[in-house]
């Protein structure tokens, strides 16, 4: 139980990680906190007699990175639950005087009443007026709101919103929960702190290895306290999601939940955004104080203290390690999570170590008997009748593989679930799979990694008996589609041309794939990954349930024979928009494969390759080449590239560079590759040529680029002088 104090009402934080290993290392940064999150409200908050006017508290620096709003918003505490760990925020005080508060700068006031006005006339009688013009001049009132400006601010805030990020939303469809009479003895730790108001600590944080359920409690405690009126706001981030991957969102996200709840908050918050545009393009620190902290700091100042204190207080935020930049998960958390722990915000966290404090062999025991026997029931299978089936050595081989990771588990049921074929044998795939025993020193992730095999190689092996000649790899079909249709329309925007990238079929049309192509490699795969037909009106992507399987993708040493690398997918993806060029008659098909292409190639050498250093084109690109030369795709390629010049212009983030760059870099490669193997080659020497030419175009793009840009620039100097010229006359 963590240790209890005698203050008042306290705000907390539950922080989620992903892992108990520090991310970031190096000093903490002390410049995150919102300006006032820290210090002024802390300050007013962390005396236990409270703050008043005439005998002001002395500063009391708790800790100046926690980015928990600290006013005393309501209910039991304000929690911040991501994939690490959680943390609590500041405790109450009463409410401090009006007056001794300066008004916030958002504050917008309106027209004062009439009677506030001395009559120019009072005693005037029968006087007529001619040529009268009335200025409506409005002396504007210092504590009046303004409707009409929150209204256009907090719709500018929903803009900025990540949707995908709430508890409830449906991009998260059946999101991972605590399964029923398990983790008893965790989820009343997180309980009882939750609702111990007294408690001294500021901040839960929450720490386990992958699999080990951060997430499910994490949504488990959301669902339960939104129930009871106390949840303020959740956020879960997810590696896969742009809109929830980064720090863009949080502030606007959290402030549009907080808005939700109190009909005030939402006003001022509208307030606060309308009288600057801009302030989701500044600092966090910023953002939070604007957003969060000033606007609960004025609902305390004119709110009872039991009605303030009755408000909702928990704030989740999950899997803080799926935000990609780390950079970012320290400015979020202000340093590392042990750093944090044995650090200076030792003694107001209260950390929950999953995998070290709490042993889970016995919850996924539970776990996995109750499942396996609704399965076997619903399934109608005599083989699986609850009498017989799972045997008990079978649940406890799956036990011991688990490891304590409940993925593992979750992974096994849900694909046991899966209608295609009888659950026993199912189940029975996965037993034979290697020795568990042997494979147990191997690595953390050994027993999972082992699952994933078995699903995959599974799910590859009925794939390729479904089709006895397959004309693409598996693996690599579905590493394309992972990659480039993750639900991620930034991303997919920036690699595939406007029109084909919306949704799966138009995308399978552009790679000459059959439309139903995702559904039909995922097939075997449902337990693993979902697919979404409708993600933010994108028209469908593929999902992975963990993260780990990203992982596992991505990792050779992991994967081993499954592996396929990020760039070698890239290749091939480049082989197949090379192919539709050739063969595809519909020339809205050929013009975007060709604009893909391009993009395609430009990402594959800037992104991918430009993570390993030296590039060695690989033996079926430089086949593919060869076989784009025989065919004369380059005539339809250099005829749609002329029809679309605006190809040529699209820019990758340099000024200097078109995407006719990355071709001609590649084409470079491809020539390097062929002098030890076939220089003399036909096809070589019209490469070769078309290397030249498209060097040749290039350069006369930039060239133009450089004219127009210093055109411009003399325009504007030319603008700009004979402004002042005319300035310097009228003087």
């Known amino acids: 139980m963590p240790p209890k104090s005698k203050r008042g009402f306290n705000l907390k934080s539950l922080f989620g990680f992903g892992s108990s290993k520090p991310k970031v290392k190096g000093e903490p940064r002390r410049e995150v906190q919102p300006e006032g999150i820290a210090n002024g409200i802390t300050d007013r908050l962390s005396d236990p007699r409270g703050a008043s006017a005439s005998s002001p508290s002395p500063p009391h620096r708790t800790d100046p990175d926690v980015l928990a709003p600290q006013s005393n918003m309501a209910g039991p505490l304000l929690d911040f639950a991501t994939g690490v760990g959680s943390l609590d925020a500041v405790p109450s005080s009463p409410s401090p005087s009006p007056d001794s508060i300066p008004p916030p700068p958002y504050l917008f006031p309106q027209l004062s009443p009439p009677s506030a006005f001395p009559s120019l006339f009072a005693n005037a009688h029968n006087f007529h007026l001619q040529n009268l013009y009335y200025h409506n001049v409005q002396i504007l009132s210092p504590n009046v709101d303004n409707p009409s400006r929150s209204e256009a601010g907090w719709k500018i805030l929903l803009e900025h919103t990540a949707t995908n990020a709430l508890y409830d939303s449906d991009a998260r469809f059946d999101p991972p929960t605590v399964d029923e009479e398990t983790r008893v003895e965790v989820t009343e730790r997180i309980t009882t702190w939750i609702e111990d108001h007294e408690s001294p600590t500021r901040l839960l944080c929450m720490t386990g290895a992958a699999g080990a359920g951060k997430s499910a409690l994490q949504q488990t405690i959301a669902e339960r306290y939104v129930q009871s009126g106390a949840l303020a706001a959740s956020f879960f981030f997810s590696s896969s999601d742009t809109s929830r991957n980064n720090l863009s969102a949080i502030a606007p996200t959290l402030a549009y939940q907080l808005g939700q709840g109190h009909y005030r908050l939402k006003q001022w918050i509208g307030e606060a955004v309308d009288s600057d545009h801009l302030i989701f393009r500044k600092s966090l620190k910023r953002q939070m104080g604007v957003l969060i902290v000033g606007p609960v700091q004025r609902l305390r100042s004119q709110t009872d203290l039991a009605a303030f204190s009755s408000l909702p207080c928990l704030i989740t935020i999950d899997a803080l390690d799926e935000?990609?930049?780390?950079?970012?998960?320290?400015?979020?958390?202000?340093?590392?999570?042990?750093?944090?722990?044995?650090?200076?915000?030792?003694?107001?966290?209260?950390?929950?170590?999953?995998?070290?404090?709490?042993?889970?062999?016995?919850?996924?025991?539970?776990?996995?008997?109750?499942?396996?026997?609704?399965?076997?029931?619903?399934?109608?299978?005599?083989?699986?009748?609850?009498?017989?089936?799972?045997?008990?050595?079978?649940?406890?081989?799956?036990?011991?593989?688990?490891?304590?990771?409940?993925?593992?588990?979750?992974?096994?049921?849900?694909?046991?679930?899966?209608?295609?074929?009888?659950?026993?044998?199912?189940?029975?795939?996965?037993?034979?799979?290697?020795?568990?025993?042997?494979?147990?020193?191997?690595?953390?992730?050994?027993?999972?990694?082992?699952?994933?095999?078995?699903?995959?190689?599974?799910?590859?092996?009925?794939?390729?008996?479904?089709?006895?000649?397959?004309?693409?790899?598996?693996?690599?079909?579905?590493?394309?589609?992972?990659?480039?249709?993750?639900?991620?329309?930034?991303?997919?925007?920036?690699?595939?041309?406007?029109?084909?990238?919306?949704?799966?079929?138009?995308?399978?049309?552009?790679?000459?794939?059959?439309?139903?192509?995702?559904?039909?490699?995922?097939?075997?795969?449902?337990?693993?990954?979902?697919?979404?037909?409708?993600?933010?009106?994108?028209?469908?992507?593929?999902?992975?349930?963990?993260?780990?399987?990203?992982?596992?993708?991505?990792?050779?040493?992991?994967?081993?024979?499954?592996?396929?690398?990020?760039?070698?997918?890239?290749?091939?993806?480049?082989?197949?928009?090379?192919?539709?060029?050739?063969?595809?008659?519909?020339?809205?098909?050929?013009?975007?494969?060709?604009?893909?292409?391009?993009?395609?190639?430009?990402?594959?050498?800037?992104?991918?390759?430009?993570?390993?250093?030296?590039?060695?084109?690989?033996?079926?690109?430089?086949?593919?080449?060869?076989?784009?030369?025989?065919?004369?795709?380059?005539?339809?390629?250099?005829?749609?590239?002329?029809?679309?010049?605006?190809?040529?212009?699209?820019?990758?983030?340099?000024?200097?560079?078109?995407?006719?760059?990355?071709?001609?870099?590649?084409?470079?490669?491809?020539?390097?590759?062929?002098?030890?193997?076939?220089?003399?080659?036909?096809?070589?020497?019209?490469?070769?040529?078309?290397?030249?030419?498209?060097?040749?175009?290039?350069?006369?793009?930039?060239?133009?680029?450089?004219?127009?840009?210093?055109?411009?620039?003399?325009?504007?100097?030319?603008?700009?002088?004979?402004?002042?010229?005319?300035?310097?006359?009228?003087?």
């Open 323 to 731: 935000c990609l930049s780390e950079k970012h998960q320290a400015e979020l958390l202000s340093l590392s999570v042990r750093t944090a722990l044995e650090g200076h915000l030792k003694g107001i966290v209260y950390h929950l170590r999953l995998s070290d404090d709490f042993n889970a062999t016995d919850d996924i025991r539970r776990t996995l008997w109750r499942r396996l026997r609704e399965i076997g029931v619903q399934s109608g299978d005599p083989l699986a009748h609850p009498s017989v089936w799972p045997t008990e050595d079978d649940v406890e081989i799956l036990v011991e593989a688990a490891s304590g990771q409940f993925v593992h588990a979750a992974t096994v049921i849900r694909y046991v679930s899966e209608r295609r074929g009888s659950p026993v044998k199912r189940l029975q795939t996965v037993l034979n799979r290697g020795d568990v025993g042997a494979l147990s020193a191997t690595g953390p992730f050994a027993e999972l990694d082992l699952l994933y095999t078995n699903i995959l190689l599974n799910a590859k092996d009925a794939w390729e008996a479904a089709n006895p000649d397959p004309p693409h790899d598996f693996v690599v079909l579905l590493r394309i589609f992972e990659i480039y249709r993750t639900g991620s329309p930034t991303f997919s925007h920036t690699i595939m041309a406007p029109g084909y990238c919306e949704s799966d079929e138009n995308f399978c049309l552009l790679l000459g794939l059959d439309g139903s192509m995702l559904d039909k490699i995922t097939l075997d795969l449902r337990s693993l990954v979902s697919v979404s037909k409708d993600h933010l009106s994108y028209g469908g992507a593929l999902q992975f349930y963990h993260r780990s399987f990203e992982e596992f993708m991505d990792t050779t040493s992991r994967s081993k024979g499954l592996y396929r690398s990020r760039v070698l997918v890239a290749e091939f993806l480049v082989c197949y928009l090379l192919r539709q060029i050739c063969d595809n008659t519909n020339s809205d098909v050929v013009g975007g494969a060709v604009q893909s292409l391009l993009s395609t190639i430009s990402w594959l050498l800037d992104v991918e390759v430009g993570r390993f250093g030296k590039y060695e084109i690989s033996r079926a690109l430089y086949n593919a080449f060869l076989c784009f030369t025989q065919e004369q795709g380059w005539e339809k390629f250099f005829k749609a590239l002329e029809a679309g010049k605006h190809y040529t212009e699209i820019r990758l983030g340099v000024r200097e560079v078109t995407v006719l760059d990355g071709l001609i870099r590649l084409l470079s490669s491809v020539l390097e590759y062929s002098m030890d193997k076939d220089p003399d080659q036909e096809e070589i020497a019209t490469i070769r040529k078309h290397h030249v030419h498209l060097h040749k175009q290039n350069s006369t793009i930039l060239a133009r680029e450089k004219r127009k840009e210093s055109w411009e620039d003399n325009f504007e100097q030319a603008v700009f002088f004979g402004l002042n010229s005319e300035d310097s006359e009228d003087s």
